[in-house]
Structure formats: structure tokens, C-alpha cells
């Protein structure tokens, strides 16, 4: 027989504090680093419920978590990490848990953002309506080495590679100012320069994100899939001056090879100067594939470094239908788990 659970902030906080047991609650559910990080969240409560698991005669069926957040001064919560384990797919197992954290939270609004298909579809059952904006994904071209059709490709994709070596930085007209939180003035910054984006989260919340971010994923299908073996995202904050003027800040998120912009603000008419501060960060960094859903930024990068291919993947946002319809808007919030 299936059993539904909830564990509340307080129970996470003694479970964590005391090691002491609770119905249930163990690291294949959520990992203590992640736990740490939702109880250190800035807006939650004692008795808020923000982890459900389902089990099937005592086994660990599915899971999901959520966090808080303010949006336009309310409370709301964002979806996060749905699992449900192989063996139990298809019982419905996934819209239990989701849609028991959602009851416990009405009238606060549930949001999610990059949700797993999976997610998307049961906050569409619940008439959630679902946006999509596009972010555009710098790479390798993934090439099956098995045949020498091939090995060749393989070959073509390296040599192409030799020939368009990593540049050198180039000469700066502004000052790069790397910054541990988003203080004051950068924060002031974002309000003034926010555009159309659809949301600005509060300055707590931004630099709660920085300082606790999420586990990436486990290291294979059989590991917890937030367990301490999997590694941690790394934030940098960046404040662009040009002649003594603050005119862009901006949010690299890296993890192993992966560059992304999550956060993106600046001044119009010093757009290539805080561009070409994101280029010399991505030529010291090196990495294998950049993300930035800024299009703009996207045709600056593609003029002056060299990725073999560029993807486009949709990034989602669902929202009760209730919500005013959305159209002709942008929204930096992260995505997925890099949310905390």
C-alpha cells in the first residue's frame, strides 16, 4: 500500500541537528548539504512543508522537494525535484507528491521553472498554463566514434578545433570587480536596468542562492540523486566600471566545464564592454560548452570564439492559469536546482 509523508523545515532541522530519526527521512531522499541549504532559506518557516515522498510497502517510491520565494512582495513557492524510482513509473506516484506539497501551500502559488517534462505535464493536469523561452547552448558536436564514419567526423571536429586555437584576452576599456554577494549597489543596479524581465527576486534571496547552491545530480542512475558524492555549482559575481561608472553586473554559474549566464544586467551603450568582460572570463575559463539565453550576447560570442555547435533548448515556466498570460517578456531565475 502506497503512504504518503511530509517533513516540515523543523523536522529537517532536528534530523540534521540531533541526528535524530524521522519518520522516514533519510540522504536517498534529500542529501543533508541540500537540506542545510533549504532551512538557511530566507523566507522559510518552521512548520512548512517542503519534502514528500511516497512509499510503496515501505520502500522509497518517489520524492519532490520545494523551496520558498517572494515575488512582488508574496510568498510563493517554486517546484523542485521530482524522482520517482523506475519500478514504480506509471502509478502515479509523481502527481502525488507534487500535488500534496501544492494543497499544503494554497493560497501561496506554486511555481516552476525547467521543470522535467515529467513535472510540466502534472502542473498542466493541475491547469498550470506553460511558457517557454529559448537559451542557446555553445558545444561539442556529440559524434559516435563506433565506425570510422565516425572516427572521422571525430577527427574533422578536432582538426577544426586546432585551426580556431582559444584567443587572447583582449585589452580591456573597463575594470572588472569580482564581489562575493550582491551588495547594495549591484542590486540597485538590477532594479534599474531590469527591462522586461517578468521578475527581480529580493537581494537576500539572490545571495542565498549564491551561497548555497544545489547539487548538480548524482553520479550515476543507481546514487542518490542529491547525494554528497555529486558536486556543487560555483557562482561569480561580476561588477563592470567603465571610467568609475558601474555600467553591468552579471552571474556566471560554472560547473566542470559548463559556463552559463544566469544573471544578465547592463547599461545599453557600454553592451560590448560588459560583453567583452563575459568573452575574457570564458576564454580564461575554457570550458567545453557556454550557455547564455541573451541573444545579443549570443551573436557577440559566435563573432569572436569558436564552439563546433550551437543548440537551442527550450527553458520552461509554469505558473497557475489564474496568473495573467504571459507574453513578450524575459525571466533570469536560474534553472532547475541551480536555484539554491
Same mark, same amino acid.
Given at each position: 500500500m #502506497?503512504?504518503?509523508? +511530509?517533513?516540515?523545515?523543523? !523536522? +529537517?532541522?532536528?534530523?540534521?541537528?540531533?541526528?535524530?530519526?524521522?519518520?522516514?527521512?533519510?540522504e !536517498?531522499?534529500?542529501? #543533508?548539504?541540500?537540506?542545510?541549504?533549504?532551512?538557511?532559506?530566507?523566507?522559510?518557516?518552521?512548520e512548512?512543508?517542503? %519534502?514528500?515522498? %511516497?512509499?510503496d510497502?515501505?520502500e522509497l517510491?518517489?520524492y519532490? =522537494?520545494?523551496f520558498p520565494?517572494m515575488? *512582488?512582495g508574496?510568498?510563493?513557492?517554486?517546484?523542485?525535484t521530482?524522482?520517482?524510482?523506475?519500478?514504480?513509473?506509471?502509478?502515479?506516484?509523481?502527481m502525488?507528491?507534487?500535488?500534496?506539497l501544492?494543497?499544503?501551500?494554497?493560497?501561496e502559488?506554486?511555481? *516552476?521553472r525547467?521543470?522535467?517534462?515529467?513535472?510540466?505535464e502534472?502542473?498542466?493536469?493541475?491547469?498550470?498554463?506553460?511558457t $517557454?523561452?529559448?537559451?542557446?547552448?555553445?558545444?561539442d558536436?556529440?559524434?559516435?566514434t563506433?565506425? @570510422?564514419?565516425?572516427? @572521422?567526423? $571525430?577527427?574533422?571536429?578536432?582538426?577544426?578545433?586546432?585551426?580556431? #586555437?582559444w584567443?587572447?584576452?583582449?585589452?580591456?576599456?573597463?575594470?572588472?570587480?569580482?564581489?562575493?554577494?550582491?551588495d547594495?549597489?549591484?542590486?540597485a543596479?538590477?532594479?534599474?536596468?531590469?527591462?522586461?524581465?517578468?521578475?527581480?527576486?529580493? !537581494?537576500?534571496?539572490?545571495?542565498?542562492?549564491?551561497?548555497?547552491p544545489?547539487?548538480?545530480?548524482?553520479?550515476?542512475?543507481t546514487?542518490?540523486?542529491?547525494?554528497?558524492?555529486?558536486k556543487?555549482?560555483?557562482?561569480k559575481i561580476?561588477?563592470v566600471?567603465?571610467?568609475?561608472?558601474?555600467q553591468?553586473?552579471?552571474?556566471?554559474? !560554472?560547473?566542470?566545464?559548463?559556463?552559463?549566464?544566469?544573471y544578465?544586467?547592463?547599461?545599453?551603450?557600454?553592451? *560590448?564592454? %560588459?560583453?567583452?568582460?563575459?568573452?575574457?572570463?570564458?576564454?580564461a575559463t575554457?570550458?567545453?560548452?557556454?550557455?547564455?539565453?541573451?541573444n545579443?550576447l549570443?551573436? $557577440?560570442?559566435k563573432d569572436r570564439?569558436?564552439?563546433p555547435?550551437?543548440?537551442e533548448?527550450k %527553458?520552461? @515556466?509554469?505558473l #497557475?492559469?489564474?496568473?495573467?498570460?504571459?507574453?513578450?517578456?524575459?525571466?533570469?531565475?536560474?534553472?532547475? *536546482?541551480?536555484? =539554491?
Amino acid at each position: 500500500m #502506497p503512504e504518503l509523508k +511530509l517533513y516540515t523545515v523543523a !523536522q +529537517l532541522r532536528d534530523w540534521l541537528e540531533h541526528n535524530h530519526p524521522v519518520d522516514g527521512l533519510s540522504e !536517498q531522499i534529500i542529501a #543533508p548539504s541540500r537540506a542545510w541549504a533549504i532551512i538557511r532559506n530566507p523566507y522559510v518557516k518552521d512548520e512548512d512543508a517542503i %519534502v514528500a515522498a %511516497v512509499f510503496d510497502d515501505g520502500e522509497l517510491a518517489a520524492y519532490t =522537494a520545494s523551496f520558498p520565494d517572494m515575488l *512582488d512582495g508574496k510568498r510563493v513557492w517554486w517546484a523542485s525535484t521530482l524522482y520517482c524510482y523506475p519500478q514504480f513509473v506509471g502509478r502515479g506516484y509523481g502527481m502525488i507528491v507534487v500535488g500534496s506539497l501544492m494543497e499544503v501551500h494554497e493560497p501561496e502559488s506554486t511555481y *516552476d521553472r525547467w521543470g522535467a517534462q515529467e513535472t510540466v505535464e502534472i502542473l498542466n493536469h493541475f491547469g498550470y498554463q506553460t511558457t $517557454y523561452t529559448t537559451r542557446f547552448h555553445f558545444t561539442d558536436k556529440k559524434i559516435k566514434t563506433s565506425s @570510422l564514419k565516425g572516427k @572521422l567526423a $571525430y577527427c574533422a571536429q578536432e582538426l577544426k578545433k586546432c585551426m580556431h #586555437p582559444w584567443p587572447k584576452q583582449t585589452k580591456a576599456n573597463y575594470e572588472a570587480q569580482y564581489v562575493e554577494i550582491i551588495d547594495d549597489e549591484a542590486y540597485a543596479f538590477m532594479k534599474a536596468h531590469k527591462g522586461k524581465d517578468l521578475w527581480l527576486r529580493e !537581494q537576500d534571496m539572490l545571495n542565498w542562492i549564491v551561497r548555497f547552491p544545489f547539487v548538480k545530480g548524482g553520479v550515476d542512475e543507481t546514487a542518490c540523486v542529491f547525494g554528497a558524492d555529486a558536486k556543487v555549482y560555483e557562482y561569480k559575481i561580476t561588477k563592470v566600471y567603465v571610467e568609475n561608472q558601474l555600467q553591468g553586473v552579471y552571474v556566471l554559474r !560554472q560547473y566542470d566545464y559548463a559556463l552559463s549566464v544566469v544573471y544578465l544586467y547592463y547599461v545599453g551603450e557600454k553592451q *560590448d564592454d %560588459v560583453f567583452s568582460s563575459i568573452v575574457n572570463q570564458i576564454i580564461a575559463t575554457r570550458p567545453k560548452s557556454f550557455i547564455t539565453e541573451n541573444n545579443d550576447l549570443l551573436n $557577440y560570442v559566435k563573432d569572436r570564439l569558436y564552439f563546433p555547435k550551437v543548440e537551442e533548448e527550450k %527553458v520552461s @515556466l509554469s505558473l #497557475p492559469d489564474n496568473q495573467q498570460r504571459l507574453t513578450n517578456f524575459t525571466f533570469q531565475l536560474g534553472d532547475g *536546482d541551480s536555484f =539554491a
